[in-house]
């Protein structure tokens, strides 16, 4: 039986955001009361139909763009960005295989080529801001890595801490688990990624959470 629905989360962008990205989208999807299954019923046929698709040539050459923006995006700021390496993962051997909430992560990013975070919805700490950073501030990864920040970075923060640092994951609090049944997929705009990318993407997350994790979708928002 799923449990009592969840309140969308209070989001806002900060005015340091607003400034330096300007019009650049954000998206978030919650799915209340599901299980996280590790490979239910119907699973890898949906992965293949999806595969497939993704797989032709002009699609894969557009999802194959918005990755290289990504990476533009995170060389930038320094780092490498785990999108292509993804996308060639997946082309040669198909979506991997951890659990259901984590698969329909990678599905949302490489079908629609964008960057998504998967949360467990319940232990964020109040509203979320999305925000740019000061030169050093921290953030407890996931795997317990200690995220270092640079001056203008892109960042979530709930009430209490940083939750994710765009280029460089998401912090190990709210991590999903195998007990998470409230999943929160968020979607990172960059300049150049359009607003009907992101809602691609956490559509897939949020029609596969429904199906397969026996959800309910509290809907799909672009800011």
């Known amino acids: 039986m799923n449990e009592k629905k969840k309140p969308f989360p209070l989001f806002s962008k900060s005015a340091r955001y607003k400034a330096a990205y300007q019009d650049v989208p954000f998206g978030l999807t919650l799915i209340s009361g599901c299980r996280n299954h590790f490979n239910p019923p119907g699973f890898d046929q949906y992965k293949r139909k999806l595969l497939r ?17 990504y990476a533009r995006f995170f060389d930038d700021f320094g780092h490498d960005c785990p999108l292509p390496k993804h996308l060639k993962r997946t082309v040669n051997s198909g979506f991997p295989r951890y659990n259901l909430m984590v698969d329909t992560h990678f599905m949302a990013e490489m079908c629609a080529g964008i960057l998504v975070a998967v949360t467990d919805y319940d232990h964020f700490e109040g509203s979320l801001v999305l ?12 795997g317990q890595r200690e995220f270092r920040t640079r001056e203008g970075e892109i960042v979530l923060r709930d009430e209490a801490d940083i939750v994710c640092v765009l280029c460089q994951g998401a912090d190990e609090k709210t991590r999903v688990r195998e007990q998470t049944s409230n999943v929160l997929f968020y979607g990172y705009g960059i300049p150049g990624i359009e607003t009907d990318h992101l809602r691609k993407g956490l559509e897939i997350a949020s029609e596969t959470m429904g199906e397969f994790g026996g959800g309910t979708t509290e809907g799909v928002k672009i800011f």
């Open 53 to 69: 698709k993704m797989r032709k040539r002009e699609i894969l050459e557009q999802i194959s763009d918005r990755i290289d923006t």
């Open 131 to 142: 925000d740019v950073a000061d030169e050093d501030e921290t953030c407890r990864g996931m």
